[in-house]
Structures are given as structure tokens and as C-alpha cells.
């Protein structure tokens, strides 16, 4: 049974998470409107939001540790807040700067945090292999981190999934796979794409325990969570999850969602797994006043992030040469022997013979 | 380079020779039984020993944990090596066939080559990529390619290509000691295989201690005044064997081995075309947006004015074609690169 502190500390962190995604609406927009330009504004690039999907983050990521690895999708803030990834500087590397967490060469979707051992791909499953492998070195070193793989619907057909499922399961890894149904891949329905509605069935080709959780709730993801956590730690294995998400904004900002009937938006903001766990924290006699606390302290954290990245410095332009390499060879090796490098002696040791 | 030249001396001064299987393999049991953090994975790497014999006897010392047959399944564990690398282990992942990587290039190319990059630097992902390139068995256009452009082409990796036993076993250790991903191509046709034998050139002499041979030197296999032939791979020993034919007609061609392609030694490659005037670059890979074209700019970037000719072989555009004869036509031999040296030489 999980308990009260739990459930309000995954309160905590998933109103942390919508607020985050509601702020990062109104500053991605600066400078952007009125007729949409993403090549404007302080927040470079797309951006991704997950308002709708914070059950999911909050219910794996309780039962992880710092040294458990996570790697997360393109849409990977409220997973990276559940895990304890430092907020300020992945603000600051959403703003391009710096002192961002990948100083400014990752932005929102290739977010790194060695300290919690999180790090997310932009390309759709390829985070499971790499999450596989952590899983593999854990068990070679005899110690009982485990690692989870995040993913959304549309990615359950990719290669890359089916691939991690399979290397896992024949080799017992401490993994689990979350699947984040929000039901769209961008503008694409899962029945117009999926084979099976329910996307925990894909564990039964490879013969490893698949679990649906068909609510929107942060307690039932906490269960189901638990439960393949620790069978990972144990020893026993991989689970593949699927939980039941909303996205209440569009596959990224600037979005219109023409594809998407109003009425799957409205359901999508009505089923809210937020109000749905105050619900449950009222129930177990905690007051209102309580639940504004959490709000508040939860509202200043974001705040507080936001205004930090802002103050922070661009990256000099040099920065973009760094980071190629740990151990980056000699210059002298790598930069192509321009002209202007080459000495003017051609006259002497130069050949027309 | 002076240093390497040393120490090829050295090499051959050892009685003891090995095949470059051998000499690959030696490196990564040693470097296995020194690090507990180095394991191999591969399809048929453990039982069969390699394809190749890239991991020959490996599992009877170090057992299916730390030498681990694989499902055919590349982007799993190719990604995986990537999830272990940057968990601070020291994976090394056998792509069985370089021809093999478009499976597996996601995993390759946006996790393995750009991690470090992308995360500024936080995380470091300290891999090697072992895979057997090349052709000239007529094993036709998905099995025979070398792609080493398209590797050394996109930033992140570092790429090697070892030509003897020598440097096989100095490369490798440097790549499983370097922090940052290594593409390790070995050639098929220089492993020293009972069923596809191999020039004389590279089964050397190999010290038993192990020894690093550092990135970005080129090595010059021979030195000449008259014709500088960059090359690498296989074609390093045609090139050798080209260069005996032409001194016997008062011809001196400069052989250099680049060894590396990433990172590359420019500076070797235009101090010789200083001294010859005169360029030809031979490779086994696609001619077109290549190793040919870049070390050509290179030295026309770094050596214009010393430049008087300049000329490349490399397979001309064309996949690789299975026949005998027509794989034979497109593959650079001995005669062509004799050929285009006297071409350059008139």
C-alpha cells in the first residue's frame, strides 16, 4: 500500500511537472507570434510538453534510486523531474544556455544528467537499448540497480523496442519498459496503427510479464511499478507497463491538432490524474491548505528554474568545437591542414619535377 | 612518423610472428584480464570465435559472461554496448559485417558517436566498435564493402583501420583504453584466415607485453622521393608490392599508411607531398564524397603550391559486383596503382 507521504510527495513532483509545462507554454511563445515562428524567441527548437502524462513519471520514479538509469522519449520533462534531474540547469539547457545540463548542445528532447543517471534520445525507442545495456552492466557488476526504459505508444512498432525486449528477456535484465499511451503518434491514432489496443500483449512474444493500467492514476502506476522494480532487483527480469496517459496540448508547440476531435481534447483535460490524486490525499485527511502548500512550494521551484536559466550566459561560439571527443585527439591531427596554416615555402621543397 | 617507424623496426626485430587475428585477439585478453569492466559481444563470438576469428579462445578464458553471444538483433546490442559504455563499463560490440550497419546506424550514429557531444560532455560512452570490412572474395555488394568514409564522414567516432599484426594489436589496445567510441575496421583479407589467405604483409613480428600505437599517425611504410601513395587497408600491401615493381624501373614511390581515419594525420601525408610533388590516393571504399577526395583537399588546403599531379583509385561508383572478373575490374590492384604511379611520374 503505498503511503501518505508517498502520495504526497508524487503530488509534489507531478504538480511540479504541469506547472513547468504551463510556464514553458507562455515562455516559448515570447517572440514567437503572432504568426508562428519556431526559428524565434528565447527557447530554440521544438518543444515537446507532457501535461497529461505526469501519473506515469511520478509512479515509476518513486521506487528508483540515483543510480538507477532512466532514458526517457522527446517528451521527457516530467520523467526527468520524477527522477531528481537537476531542474535549474535543465531549464537553462530548454533556454540554449551555458550552463545547461549538456551546455547547450542537447536542448529539451537530449536532456543528460550523469548525477541521476538519465539521459533521453529523440529518436523514437532508441532510448531501450542503451537502457538494456545500463540493465547489462548492473548485472555484470553483481550490484541491483536496475534500469527503465520510457517510451510512448507509437513507439511499441519500432524495431528498436521489439529488438530490447528480446535482448532483455534472454538475458534475464534488470529492465522495465513504460509505455506512455497518450493514444496519438503526432497525428496518428494507435487503432490506425497498432496491431494490438493493448500494448502490454507485446510481452507475451518474448515471454516476460506485460501489465496495462488502464486508468489514469498515479497510485495504480505506483503499484504496477513497484512490483516490476523490484522484480528487476531481485534478479528476475524485465516487465514491460503501459499506462494510460492524456496529452492536453499538441504533439509540440504550435500544434493546431486539426486532426483531433474536440471532444478527445476535452476527455483528455477532464481525465486529470493530478485532480484525480488530490482526490486521494483529501480522502486520507489531508486539507486543502496542505495540498496549496505542495502547489506553491512546487510553483516556486519552476520560477525559480525559469529566472535562473534566463540569467544564464549563451555559450561562446568556440563552445561548439568542444565535447566532439573525451580525449580529443591533437589539433594539429584534426584540422585539416588549412591553407592559411601551410607555410609558404612552397618554392623550396615543392615539386614540378 | 619518425617514432612509428621505431617501433615497426622493433616489431620486426621480434621472432615471434602472428597472424593480425592473433594479434587483435592477444590485445583484447589482455586488456580483459587487466580490466573487469572490458567484455565482448557479438553473434558467433563466443563458440565460433568469430566469423573472422576476431575472438578466438576467448571463451575458454573468460566464459559467456565476459565473452557473449548475441540475438541477430544489432540495434540492441550495439545500443546496449552504448547504455554499458556510458555506465562507465568498457563494451567491446562486433558488427559482424560492416555491410551489416545500416540495421543498427541509429545506434551507431545518434547514440554511440553523438552521447558525448550532445550531453556537453557529461557523459562519455568508451566502446569499440569491431567489425570486418573489404572484399576481393566475391562475396558481392552487401558483404564486401569497406565504408570507410561513411564512418570517418560523421564526427563522434574515432575510426581505425589497422594494416599488419603490429599495428592490429597497438590499435586495439589504444582503443579499448580510449575513452571516446572507436569504429575498429579489420580487414578480412589481412586477419591471416586458413580459408582466405592473406598477402604476405601482414603477419609481423608482435612483442608479447602489450604496447599502444597512438591515433592520428600515419605510418610510412616506405619512403620515396619521387611519388607520395596514401592508402590504407589492404591496399597498403598492393601499394608496397606496386612500389617494389617501380623501383626496379627507377621509380620511388613513398608509401603511407594513414592507420587512422579519424583522427587523420594531415601533417604526414603534406610533408610528403612536399618533398614528391606528386599524389596518389588509393582506397577500397566508393571514390565519390570519400577518404580519396578528403585527403586530396587536405592537400591541396595544406600543400597547394607543392602540388604538380595528382590521382585516385578507388571503387568507381559502383556497388560491389559478385563475379570474379567484374569484382576484380573495380577493386584497385597492384598493376593499377603501378599504372597511375607512372601515370603521375611522366
Not at chain 2, 127 to 144: F, I, K, P, R, W
Request: glycine share 10%; aromatic share 6%; net charge negative.
Amino acid at each position: 500500500m503505498v503511503s501518505v507521504t508517498d502520495l504526497q510527495t508524487m503530488y509534489e513532483q507531478m504538480v511540479t511537472a504541469r506547472h513547468y509545462e504551463e510556464r514553458l507554454v507562455d515562455e516559448y511563445l515570447v517572440g514567437k507570434q503572432p504568426a508562428f515562428d519556431i526559428s524565434a524567441g528565447p527557447i530554440p527548437g521544438e518543444l515537446h510538453l507532457a501535461a497529461g502524462h505526469e501519473a506515469s513519471g511520478a509512479g515509476v520514479c518513486m521506487h528508483l534510486r540515483d543510480d538507477d538509469t532512466v532514458t526517457a522519449p522527446h517528451r521527457p520533462h516530467h520523467i526527468a523531474i520524477a527522477k531528481g534531474v537537476d531542474l535549474k540547469r535543465m531549464t537553462a539547457e530548454i533556454f540554449g544556455r551555458k550552463t545547461g545540463l549538456c551546455r547547450g548542445k542537447g536542448g529539451h528532447m537530449h536532456l543528460f544528467d550523469p548525477d541521476v543517471n538519465f539521459a533521453c534520445s529523440g529518436i523514437i525507442a532508441q532510448g531501450c537499448p542503451p537502457a538494456v545495456g545500463a540493465a547489462m552492466a548492473a548485472k555484470k557488476r553483481n550490484t541491483d540497480a536496475v534500469a527503465v526504459a520510457f517510451l510512448g505508444e507509437g513507439a511499441i512498432d519500432q524495431g528498436g523496442f521489439l529488438e530490447s525486449l528480446n535482448l532483455a528477456a534472454v538475458h534475464d535484465l534488470p529492465v522495465v519498459f513504460v509505455v506512455e499511451d497518450n493514444d496519438w503518434a503526432i497525428s496518428m491514432p494507435k487503432d490506425r496503427v497498432t496491431d494490438v489496443q493493448n500494448g502490454a500483449q507485446r510481452a507475451a512474444g518474448f515471454d516476460l510479464p506485460g501489465v496495462r493500467i488502464d486508468s489514469d492514476d498515479a497510485t495504480a502506476v505506483y503499484e504496477a511499478a513497484g512490483e516490476a522494480v523490484m522484480r528487476a532487483r531481485d534478479g528476475n527480469g524485465p516487465t514491460l507497463i503501459e499506462v494510460q496517459v492524456h496529452r492536453r496540448m499538441g504533439h509540440f508547440m504550435g500544434d493546431a491538432e486539426a486532426y483531433r476531435p474536440e471532444a478527445d481534447i476535452d476527455r483528455a483535460k477532464q481525465r486529470d490524474s493530478i485532480e484525480r490524486l488530490a482526490e486521494d490525499l483529501r480522502s486520507h485527511g489531508v486539507t486543502d491548505d496542505e495540498l496549496d502548500e505542495i502547489r506553491e512550494r512546487a510553483h516556486e521551484r519552476v520560477e525559480e528554474a525559469i529566472s535562473w536559466a534566463k540569467e544564464q550566459p549563451e555559450p561562446a561560439p568556440e563552445e561548439a568545437y568542444e565535447n566532439v571527443f573525451t580525449n580529443p585527439p591533437a589539433q594539429a591531427a584534426t584540422d585539416g591542414g588549412s591553407a592559411t596554416d601551410a607555410p609558404d615555402d612552397a618554392g623550396e621543397t615543392g615539386g614540378d619535377n | 612518423m619518425a617514432t612509428e617507424s621505431r617501433d615497426y623496426t622493433e616489431a620486426t626485430e621480434t621472432d615471434r610472428e602472428l597472424t593480425m587475428s592473433r594479434a587483435m585477439v592477444e590485445a583484447i585478453a589482455w586488456e580483459m584480464r587487466e580490466n573487469e569492466e572490458v567484455f565482448y559481444m557479438g553473434e558467433d563470438v563466443a563458440d565460433y570465435g568469430g566469423i573472422f576469428s576476431s575472438t578466438t579462445g576467448l571463451l575458454d578464458e573468460f566464459g559467456r559472461d565476459r565473452v557473449m553471444d548475441v540475438p541477430i538483433s544489432e540495434t540492441a546490442y550495439l545500443g546496449a554496448a552504448v547504455g554499458a559504455a556510458q555506465a562507465g563499463m568498457r563494451p567491446i560490440a562486433e558488427l559482424m559485417f560492416v555491410d551489416f550497419f545500416g540495421v543498427a546506424m541509429d545506434q551507431i550514429y545518434n547514440n554511440m558517436a553523438k552521447n558525448t557531444y550532445m550531453s556537453g560532455g557529461s557523459f562519455s560512452v568508451p566502446m569499440v566498435l569491431t567489425t570486418a570490412v573489404g572484399g576481393t572474395y566475391n562475396d558481392a555488394g552487401q558483404h564486401s564493402q569497406t565504408l570507410y568514409g561513411t564512418f570517418a564522414h560523421l564526427p563522434g567516432m574515432k575510426v581505425v583501420v589497422p594494416s599488419t599484426a603490429y599495428d592490429a594489436k597497438g590499435l586495439m589496445h589504444s582503443a579499448i583504453r580510449d575513452d571516446d567510441p572507436v569504429v575498429y575496421m579489420f580487414h578480412k583479407r589481412l586477419m591471416g584466415l586458413g580459408w582466405m589467405p592473406s598477402p604476405s604483409g601482414p603477419k609481423t613480428g608482435v612483442p608479447k607485453d602489450d604496447y599502444t600505437i597512438p591515433f592520428g599517425e600515419a605510418d610510412v611504410k616506405r619512403p620515396g622521393d619521387d611519388v607520395t601513395v596514401v592508402t590504407l587497408g589492404l591496399h597498403v600491401h598492393r601499394a608496397m608490392e606496386a612500389a617494389e615493381q617501380l623501383d626496379d624501373d627507377g621509380i620511388d614511390a613513398e608509401v603511407i599508411d594513414l592507420r587512422t581515419l579519424v583522427p587523420l594525420d594531415t601533417e604526414t601525408v603534406l610533408d610528403s607531398v612536399r618533398k614528391t610533388g606528386k599524389l596518389l590516393v588509393v582506397d577500397e571504399d566508393y571514390q565519390s564524397f570519400g577518404v580519396t577526395g578528403e585527403i586530396i583537399a587536405r592537400a591541396a588546403e595544406g600543400a597547394l603550391d607543392d602540388l604538380s599531379a595528382v590521382k585516385r583509385l578507388a571503387i568507381p561508383d559502383v556497388p560491389i559486383p559478385y563475379a570474379r572478373s567484374l569484382e576484380d575490374e573495380v577493386n584497385p590492384g597492384t598493376d593499377d596503382i603501378a599504372a597511375a604511379v607512372r601515370e603521375l611520374h611522366e
